[in-house]
């Protein structure tokens, strides 16, 4: 691919401005939401592996976390 | 069959089954997003009216096709947990309506982006636009009031009947632009003609449909999982399963 090709690529004939942030928008919403449910994920499980105290994690939902 | 959805309602299985399942479905929705990102962004041509606005499309259509199955699904599960009182329908519903709401802005945003250079307008309070704007509206009060009761069950509960009743506002969206003078253009897939526009533009837009479609059968199964070890914590399962799986890769 030559740089001009490139350049007029990204040009988007003149519509960069609507082309590229819709597109960005809606890939990043993606992401964020995949990372969220990985990241959810591992916080519910750290939660289960912590030695309970008492009960399982609707007690430690509303406790002061000391990390 | 009856007995197969009795299975299936039973957290402890729907978690295993989602669990198996889960790989497959991130795959195949980075494979196609992947595929379809490319080929909606360099393979396929510009429209020689909208020019290379066009390739807005290949998001606008798959997140506001999506706000609205997403609703769908919202409804029948609420309908589900009020009627027969199964809680992973419930849960599904919790996982769910958070990414439903973020379609249905991403739908906004994409059109608006498309209508400035098309129409000359970002808005316009037209049938279409005006009923996917109470959907962002339905979708957050859907949300809300989850939260807005002190107890978890009558939160649940009162979600699922604003998503049964606002379920209404599909079909007006749907049919919206049949129905009024709009200035939205009427759907470009149908089960009973061909498409409109040629196949070098619907089929990366499919492909791009099927992509979001496949990500959201993900994340659902992943969230509801979750969702699942949060609420069912207490349980000797959750227990047992999180034991086996301490110290390793957790999966």
């Given at each position: 691919?030559?740089?001009?090709?490139?350049?007029?690529?990204?040009?988007?004939?003149?519509?960069?401005?609507?082309?590229?942030?819709?597109?960005?928008?809606?890939?990043?919403?993606?992401?964020?939401?995949?990372?969220?449910?990985?990241?959810?994920?591992?916080r519910v499980l750290d939660a289960l592996r912590r030695p309970a105290r008492r009960g399982g994690m609707e007690d430690k939902r509303d406790a002061h976390d000391p990390a | 069959?009856?007995?197969?959805?009795?299975?299936?309602?039973?957290?402890?299985?729907?978690?295993?089954?989602?669990?198996?399942?889960?790989?497959?479905?991130?795959?195949?929705?980075?494979?196609?997003?992947?595929?379809?990102?490319?080929?909606?962004?360099?393979?396929?041509?510009?429209?020689?009216?909208?020019?290379?606005?066009?390739?807005?499309?290949?998001?606008?259509?798959?997140?506001?096709?999506?706000?609205?199955?997403?609703?769908?699904?919202?409804?029948?599960?609420?309908?589900?947990?009020?009627?027969?009182?199964?809680?992973?329908?419930?849960?599904?519903?919790?996982?769910?309506?958070?990414?439903?709401?973020?379609?249905?802005?991403?739908?906004?945003?994409?059109?608006?982006?498309?209508?400035?250079?098309?129409?000359?307008?970002?808005?316009?309070?037209?049938?279409?636009?005006?009923?996917?704007?109470?959907?962002?509206?339905?979708?957050?009060?859907?949300?809300?009031?989850?939260?807005?009761?002190?107890?978890?069950?009558?939160?649940?509960?009162?979600?699922?009947?604003?998503?049964?009743?606002?379920?209404?506002?599909?079909?007006?969206?749907?049919?919206?632009?049949?129905?009024?003078?709009?200035?939205?253009?009427?759907?470009?897939?149908?089960?009973?003609?061909?498409?409109?526009?040629?196949?070098?533009?619907?089929?990366?837009?499919?492909?791009?449909?099927?992509?979001?479609?496949?990500?959201?059968?993900?994340?659902?199964?992943?969230?509801?999982?979750?969702?699942?070890l949060r609420?069912?914590s207490r349980t000797?399962?959750v227990r047992?399963?999180v034991a086996?799986?301490t110290?390793?890769?957790?999966?």
């Amino acid at each position: 691919m030559s740089l001009d090709a490139l350049q007029a690529w990204l040009a988007m004939g003149g519509d960069a401005r609507y082309v590229w942030p819709a597109w960005a928008l809606a890939l990043a919403v993606l992401a964020g939401c995949a990372l969220h449910a990985r990241r959810e994920r591992r916080r519910v499980l750290d939660a289960l592996r912590r030695p309970a105290r008492r009960g399982g994690m609707e007690d430690k939902r509303d406790a002061h976390d000391p990390a | 069959m009856w007995r197969a959805i009795h299975r299936l309602g039973s957290p402890a299985i729907f978690y295993a089954v989602a669990g198996r399942l889960q790989p497959w479905c991130w795959a195949l929705a980075i494979a196609l997003l992947l595929a379809g990102s490319l080929w909606g962004l360099v393979w396929a041509p510009a429209d020689y009216q909208q020019g290379d606005s066009v390739r807005i499309l290949y998001v606008h259509v798959p997140t506001a096709l999506l706000a609205q199955s997403v609703f769908v699904l919202l409804a029948a599960a609420g309908g589900v947990f009020l009627v027969w009182r199964i809680k992973l329908a419930d849960m599904l519903a919790a996982a769910i309506a958070p990414f439903g709401a973020l379609m249905t802005l991403l739908a906004l945003v994409s059109g608006a982006l498309w209508g400035l250079p098309t129409w000359g307008t970002w808005w316009v309070w037209d049938a279409r636009l005006t009923s996917m704007l109470i959907q962002l509206f339905l979708y957050l009060g859907v949300i809300a009031l989850r939260g807005a009761y002190t107890a978890a069950e009558s939160g649940a509960r009162a979600s699922a009947l604003l998503a049964l009743v606002g379920v209404v506002n599909v079909p007006i969206i749907k049919f919206s632009v049949d129905w009024w003078q709009t200035l939205h253009q009427a759907a470009t897939f149908s089960l009973v003609r061909p498409p409109s526009m040629p196949a070098s533009m619907w089929l990366p837009l499919l492909v791009m449909v099927a992509g979001f479609y496949a990500f959201f059968v993900a994340l659902a199964l992943t969230r509801t999982r979750s969702e699942i070890l949060r609420r069912e914590s207490r349980t000797r399962w959750v227990r047992e399963r999180v034991a086996r799986t301490t110290g390793k890769a957790a999966r």
